[in-house]
């Protein structure tokens, strides 16, 4: 049975460094949806630094912080080697500007990770996630409704990519759906609510890569029967039903008959072009295979060779293209991390994590998620869950240096 957490939403007076994560952790999913007169920058990449100062102030004040993991290690390292690519580097501005951005990154990574120190905080930023994949979906069905289609007849957020919108959305289920199975009475329903909606815009987006990773994120909600009440289990059979009914009302449209082209797209080796992508890209790494062509420049070396630039359409060929052999090692080497912290977790946490991680793997394989703000989001969470009766690791800089200064005074 599943455990009673309390309420969710952020009732009590909390510190105003943890609202500022809450903040963060809630604007990722539609940060496309507002990008900044600067340079076109996101919102999230401006509030995590922000959210990183808040972090530092708070820190001192409180003299701790949370032991770092092996997965902040592999972190900090392809963070390196991106940024010694600058020496090799094609288009060494590109490498400058990636560098800066996996800076960036990490710090959402280590700040999720530092404020989600016990239970109850970690509850409350995966909440904020799920409140941010709810302005995803509105944007999508104002869309829709508004009659704002795509050029080829498809539906998105304003400013987001219907790929990149299709497969955040999916991953915002089961989360939902694990939020919902703590019986937390004051948002149980709209999590539930929000399979429904998420797949019926998952369809309106029309993104193949987006349905398989609904597919794979929908094996936790039947892993997550077991654990429920018969009344929970009732009430989440009528939301799986709604579910469908949403995907199938869309099956008349032009993006249901898109979608079932995946079969086809993958024997003819097409994907709209993603096929010649990758193998421009495994061309790309065999002229440098250990270094790679330099971080951030796959696609001005892929517009240089071609009529049009490209994303490299998966983050792992991107990835060995840009930063080598070496650099998708490091890359993997986060995700190997992250996906065996599991002593704090145990039973349906774990499985959430892993279905998480498969789910964005195969989002990742048709999209450029390795310098996405989700995706580090993603592993902060991961990494941060907490055991309920565990306290957090820290290093108590107070007593460090209390002890610093003692030792240089004998001496």
């Known amino acids: 049975m599943a455990r009673s957490t309390g309420s969710l939403p952020l009732t009590e007076r909390a510190p105003p460094a943890f609202v500022a994560a809450w903040v963060l952790s809630f604007s990722v999913p539609w940060d496309d949806m507002i990008l900044l007169p600067w340079q076109q920058v996101q919102l999230a990449r401006v509030l995590s630094l922000v959210v990183a100062l808040i972090w530092i102030v708070s820190a001192f004040r409180s003299g701790a912080v949370r032991r770092p993991t092996v997965a902040h290690g592999w972190m900090g390292a392809l963070l390196v080697w991106a940024s010694l690519s600058v020496f090799w580097s094609v288009y060494p501005e590109n490498t400058v500007r990636r560098s800066f951005s996996y800076l960036q990154l990490f710090t959402i990574a280590w700040v999720i990770y530092q404020f989600s120190a016990n239970r109850r905080c970690h509850l409350r930023l995966l ?34 990519n219907a790929n990149d919108a299709a497969c955040t959305m999916a991953l915002g289920i089961p989360i939902a759906c694990y939020l919902f199975s703590l019986r ?18 998952i369809v309106l987006t029309g993104s193949r890569g987006g349905l398989m990773t609904l597919a794979v994120a929908a094996v936790f909600p039947l892993l997550l029967l077991s654990t429920l009440t018969w009344r929970r289990r009732l009430a989440f ?29 993958f024997s003819a080796r097409d994907l709209n072009g993603r096929f010649d992508v990758w193998t421009t890209g495994l061309t790309l790494f065999e002229s440098h295979p250990w270094g790679g062509l330099g971080g951030g420049t796959f696609t001005s070396t892929t517009g240089s060779r071609q009529a049009l630039s490209l994303s490299g359409h998966n983050s792992f060929l991107e990835v060995l293209a840009e930063n080598g052999g070496i650099g998708l090692a490091l890359f993997l080497g986060v995700i190997v991390s992250v996906a065996t912290r599991r002593p704090r977790a145990a039973g349906i946490e774990a ?61």
């Open 351 to 411: 499985a959430l994590a892993m279905v998480l991680l498969a789910a964005w793997a195969i989002a990742n394989l048709s999209a450029s998620w390795q310098n996405k703000n989700v995706t580090w989001l993603l592993w902060g969470l991961l990494l941060g869950y907490p055991a309920p009766a565990q306290a957090p690791a820290v290093f108590v800089f107070q007593k460090i240096s209390r002890r610093g200064c003692a030792e240089l005074q004998r001496r």
């Open 237 to 265: 059979v009528v939301v799986v039903l709604l579910a469908i009914a949403a995907a199938w009302s869309f099956t008349e449209t032009f993006v249901w008959s898109r979608l079932s082209t995946i079969a086809e797209q």
């Open 127 to 160: 909440q904020a996630f799920v409140w941010g994949e709810y302005v995803l979906v509105g944007g999508v069905l104002f869309a829709y409704f508004s009659n704002g289609a795509l050029g080829d007849g498809r539906y998105s957020a304003a400013g987001v």
């Open 184 to 201: 937390a009475r004051s948002w149980s329903a709209l999590n539930a609510l929000y399979l429904p909606l998420a797949t019926a815009c």
